[in-house]
Every structure is written in C-alpha cells, then in structure tokens.
C-alpha cells in the first residue's frame, strides 16, 4: 500500500511539471525583434503626500495703521503670505486662501455668517479638513467656526506652538513649548456630547431627577462635569510641574553663564525676525555647524560659540531664537530664560533680511519685541543680510541711504552670510562697538600654584616682562580692568616694575 501511495505521488507530480511546461510560451516560436506575444505591464507608483490639506483665511482691517500710499488691508496680505510660510514649515499642503477685509471683527465669528458660509464652500471645494485662521481667535470664536464649517479650526497661535513643538529639541525648549501650549489650551477646554456626565436633575425623593420624580430619564443622573474639571486640573498641576522645571533650567544656566564670567568675555546676540539668516551669519562668524533651514523657526534652542575679534579680543556670539509679528505673549514669558541670553549681551546685532521689500515694517516689530525685554536702548548694530539677492541698483540705493542717514537706526553693515561679503568688515565693526575695556598694567608676583590665574593672564593679557622667583612668578602684563578685577590681581600686586629691576 506504500508503493501505491508513491506512485500515485509520483505520478501527480509528472502531471503538474507536463501542465506547467505547455503553460509556458516557446521562446523558440518568436522572432527575436517580435515582441507582439508579449505584454509589457509597468507600475506606476502615485506618491501619497501625508501632509494635511489646510485652507488659509486672512482678515485685513480698514482702519489698521499703515505706510502712506499702502492700500487698506495690505498689511493683512503680508501677513497672509507669512501664514502661507509658517503652515508650511509645520507640514501642511496649501489648498487655497481666502481674505476679507473688514471694518472691525464680528465677535461671535471674527468674519460674520456670509463669509463663513464662503470659507466652508471653499474648505468642501478642496477637501480640506483643517482651516488655519490667520488671526488670533477667541475661545468661543473658534468653537462657532468650527460648527459653522464642521472642520477642524485653529488660529496662528496655535499654528506658531505646533512649529515650535516640531522643532525643539533640548530639554529646556521642550518645556518652555509644553507650558505655552498648556496655557493656550486650558481656557478652550469645554464639555462635548456624551464625552461629559451631566446631571439629570436632583437626587432624592421628590426632585426631578430623583427616585420619586417623574421628569427624571434614566441613565441621564451623574457628578457633573467632573471629567472636564478633572482635565483642567490635570492641566494646572502639570503647569505648576513645567514652570517649577523650568525655574531648575534657569538656576542651571545661571550657574553656567556664572561659570562662563569666570573668564570676562563680552556677549554678542544675533537677534532678527525669523528666516533672516541668522544662523547663517553665526555659521560664518564662529564656523560652527548650526541647522540652517529656509523653513521658519528652524532653529529655537540658543547656541554660543567663541568668537576672536580682529583686536585679538575674544567675545562670545550667541544665536537666538527668530521672533514674528503678532509673537504669542504666553512664548514670550516661555522663552525667557532663552532670551536671557538678549537680556545679558553687551552688543546686539540686529539681522535684516535687507532682499524683502518690507524689510523696514520687520524691523520694526523686531525692535518692538526688544523693546519688551527691556533691553531697547542695549548698543545695537544693523547688519543688513542677504545682499547678494540684490541687483546693483538695489544695492547702490541702500548703500547710499545708510551713507545719508547713518544714525536713523543705529550703525548699518552690508553682507552676505551665504557668500561672505562683508563679514570681515562686519568683524571690525563688531570690534569698534564692542564696550572698551580700559587696560591697566600692573606688576604682579603669583604662586605658580596659581595656574589657571597665569594662564588667564597670558591668554586674555599681554605679558610684558616674566620670571620665575623660586616658588613664584614676577610678571608686568597689561590687562583690561575687567580681567584684573575679576581675577583679583590686585591681591598679587607690588610696587614698582620688574623690568626696571632686572636692568
């Protein structure tokens, strides 16, 4: 019975080869150039985008103050084209825009019923599930719209947190986003649907909604609205755990910027509206490596790089976050441990992007933000980049008004931080700007287990006249007054000169 079982097996695969073999074309039947027989198929692969369709809609105002000869609403266009940018930079595909120009916002929905009824014809037209308003909404404003357009709606705060939380990447920017968003999100918390208990009338006998009354419905009795206290208590503690981390980080970087004044060098901080070319300048200035990105906010941690100035000073450049119009308040007091670096600079250079035409207005909401910090009237120096976007005529125009009017807005240097025009011309500018440090000379005798003093010396000094005296070191060096009085040299200081003495 074995053999019977393997010779049908045998048999069944016989079979199988005979009817695969004459299932196969002869290629022996074709010509070699005939191809008839043969059908070719190709694949086409459609690339799937994941981005998330999105319709802008921008909202301009009649009696909002302007540039003479700028049309009304002009400056809401500008700022719906920079909506464009920063949606964008968080990863959203354009479907379209949309712009009304109004005398004042209705305040149930900002635009009114009519231009809703437009903006969701539009946001159904182009499939679009996100509509991203380019103005700052109200908690019940957004809530209306949303219902209006049955889309999912968000304003140009909201917009700026999700950029930032896509790009911080240290600790301390990460809670500083987390706290922001926390704060934005705890006033638009609401009870939705069956998502919330609600109570159904009162408990106990005779109540509406007790055991003995009639009106009560089953199932309808419950604590309330206790899941979304819940959440909004969830929220403060977790607020409270964010700014007390964030208080740590700020106790951390004060002991490192303490640990950095150890060694007097004076600070520089790029500052400027976003995608300005910031990082760029701090690249070619201290030839360091820091993303650089044309998407807005590329860059939100601070980095600091040494920097040797032609006088051979050495000073530290320090690379900060871009700010924008209309920047949310609650990142500002967010980021403030970041711009302590702003705060403590003894030179600012203010980065313009000197190829946008309205370069000018940018500016100006620079010096607003600055002006919030406290830190106005801090020793500034413009630095208009990007001129090698410009033509001749354009830069020869410039050149000029700056040679004109040079003190309008403090001192102006022309470069290029993708080519590298004017950055030698910027250092020294930098050098001239710089608070002086008058020099003193003083001769010292140090114990050369005073290492690190001796070599401060030499490094951040200039040595006139050394000798080792059996455990120690008769020096004359010249020395800025900060250096020598941070480092207590007066403790080593003696009469007279060494070099007096040794002839």
């Known amino acids: 019975m074995h053999s019977v079982e393997l010779e049908g097996e045998s048999r069944r695969r016989r079979e199988k080869r005979i009817i695969h073999f004459r299932a196969e074309p002869r290629k022996k039947c074709s010509p ?28 301009g105002w009649k009696r909002a103050p302007r540039f003479p000869g700028m049309p009304a609403g002009e400056q809401g266009r500008e700022s719906l084209l920079e909506l464009v940018e920063l949606a964008r930079s968080a990863g959203a595909e354009i479907a379209g825009t949309v712009f009304q120009v109004r005398d004042k916002a209705d305040p149930a929905t900002l635009v009114g019923r009519g231009k809703l009824d437009e903006i969701r014809a539009e946001a159904t037209a182009h499939q679009t599930p996100l509509i991203i308003f380019d103005s700052n909404l109200s908690p019940m404003q957004q809530r209306n719209i949303e219902a209006a357009t049955e889309r999912r709606v968000i304003d140009r705060t909201q917009l700026i947190l999700d950029i930032f939380a896509r790009h911080a990447r240290s600790r301390e920017g990460q809670l500083q986003v987390e706290l922001a968003q926390l704060n934005y999100m705890l006033p638009r918390l609401t009870g939705k ?6 109570l159904g009338g009162k408990s106990g ?3 509406a909604g007790g055991a003995g009354g009639g009106a009560g419905r089953i199932g309808v009795r419950g604590p309330g609205e206790k ?3 819940t959440d909004r208590r969830r929220i403060r503690d977790r607020v409270g755990k964010i700014q007390a981390a964030i208080e740590e980080v700020r106790k951390q970087r004060a002991l490192r910027r303490e640990a950095r004044n150890a060694v007097p060098l004076g600070t520089i901080a790029l500052v400027g509206y976003t995608n300005a070319g910031k990082s760029t300048l701090f690249n070619a200035l201290s030839r360091a490596e820091v993303l650089v990105s044309s998407r807005m906010f590329a860059t939100l941690d ?15 450049v320090s690379d900060t976050v871009g700010f924008i119009r209309d920047l949310p308040k609650g990142l500002l007091t967010a980021f403030r441990a970041t711009l302590e670096e702003v705060q403590e600079a003894a030179l600012i250079l203010h980065v313009s992007d000197v190829s946008n035409e309205h370069h000018e207005e940018l500016d100006e909401e620079v010096e607003k933000i600055l002006q919030e910090l406290g830190v106005a009237g801090r020793p500034t120096l413009r630095v208009l980049n990007k001129i090698d976007r410009l033509s001749p005529e354009e830069r020869k125009n410039i050149t000029n008004g700056a040679e004109r009017n040079p003190g309008a807005n403090g001192a102006h240097v022309l470069v ?13 500018r930098v050098d001239a700007e710089m608070p002086t440090d008058p020099i003193v000379t003083l001769s010292m005798r140090l114990p050369l287990a005073e290492g690190r003093t001796l070599a401060l010396v030499h490094a951040l000094g200039r040595v006139l006249h050394s000798e080792v005296d059996d455990s120690h070191m008769r020096l004359d060096a010249e ?4 250096i020598a009085k941070r480092l207590r040299l007066n403790d080593f200081a003696i009469k007279g000169t060494f070099r007096q003495g040794a002839s």
């Open 32 to 59: 070699p150039h005939d191809d008839s027989r043969f059908i070719s198929v190709t694949k086409t692969q459609h690339q799937v985008s994941n981005a998330e369709r999105a319709l802008l809609v921008g909202v």
């Open 193 to 198: 649907g069956t998502a919330m208990s609600r």
């Open 205 to 207: 006998g005779g109540g």
């Open 227 to 229: 899941k979304l206290e």
């Open 302 to 316: 601070p980095t600091i790089r040494a920097l040797r100035l032609p006088s051979n000073r050495r000073v530290l």
């Open 416 to 428: 290029s931080a993708l080519t590298g025009e004017g950055i030698e011309e910027l250092l020294q």
């Open 479 to 482: 020395v800025p007054a900060s």
